[in-house]
């Protein structure tokens, strides 16, 4: 993996797309996080309403009702997720986020979120190889929204790479700046409208921090680059 802040050429997002946003674009990408939100929260939804019905129509017997009972609960902590997150992304597009500072331990946030995306690193039969240089590195942040921001970056990267691949995830100092890099094998050659609304969000989440979101330029193997600023 290299080591250098790759500058990236796509427009779409990065410090130079930052740059240059304007009201109007914010008002555009919330409309189609709007529109994501409400085709994602749909199948949680229909699980909870479809098992409810049963319940009220008494279709579900005695010894099947606690399995019920948890797919409801599972589905209702999904959506409460989803909501959170939700309203989290719309404040950033608006620029109405406002973070929770703290000294934070970055790589015990790294951490978390390989944990969290480690269901969807088996679903998409891929595996990680990390290396986590900065065991001692603390970060002025929000711990809560750097977590995420780790998180979409590894799902990002996670939803377009090959299968059977390998996910590589590095961090370190450089230059007396934070530095998490990701990157794998792309099995293809564009990024999807999802994965360029993730990352224009993550894009403003690390400015919040005041730190830059770069792209590799190459598109077999982009490596995704997080910098911060550094204690």
């Known amino acids: 993996m290299s080591r250098t802040i790759a500058r990236t050429s796509d427009p779409r997002f990065g410090p130079e797309w930052h740059a ?9 990408l919330l409309g189609v996080l709007l529109s994501r939100f409400n085709h994602d929260l749909r199948t949680p939804l229909n699980t909870i309403l479809g098992w409810t019905h049963l319940l009220q129509k008494g279709g579900v017997d005695s010894e099947r009702a606690k399995h019920v009972a948890d797919v409801i609960g599972r589905n209702a902590r999904d959506q409460t997720q989803m909501l959170e997150e939700f309203v989290d992304d719309g404040r950033v597009l608006l620029g109405a986020l406002e973070l929770q500072l703290a000294q934070v331990r970055i790589d015990e946030m790294v951490t978390q979120a390989i944990d969290r995306a480690g269901a969807a690193l088996t679903l998409h039969g891929v595996f990680l190889k990390s290396k986590l240089d900065t ?34 995830l590095e961090t370190e100092i450089d ?27 993550s894009t403003l989440v690390a400015a919040l921090h005041k730190g830059e979101l770069h792209v590799g330029p190459d598109p077999t193997r982009p490596c995704i680059q997080l910098k911060l600023p550094s204690q």
């Open 175 to 201: 230059h007396g700046a934070y530095l998490l890099s990701i990157s794998s094998m792309a099995f293809e050659p564009e990024w999807s409208d999802a994965a360029l609304l993730e990352l224009r969000i």
């Open 20 to 28: 240059a946003l304007d009201a109007a674009t914010r008002t555009e």
């Open 135 to 168: 065991a001692n590195v603390s970060l002025d942040a929000d711990a809560h929204r750097i977590g995420r921001l780790v998180y979409r970056m590894l799902m990002v990267v996670t939803r377009r790479a090959r299968e059977s691949s390998a996910i590589e």
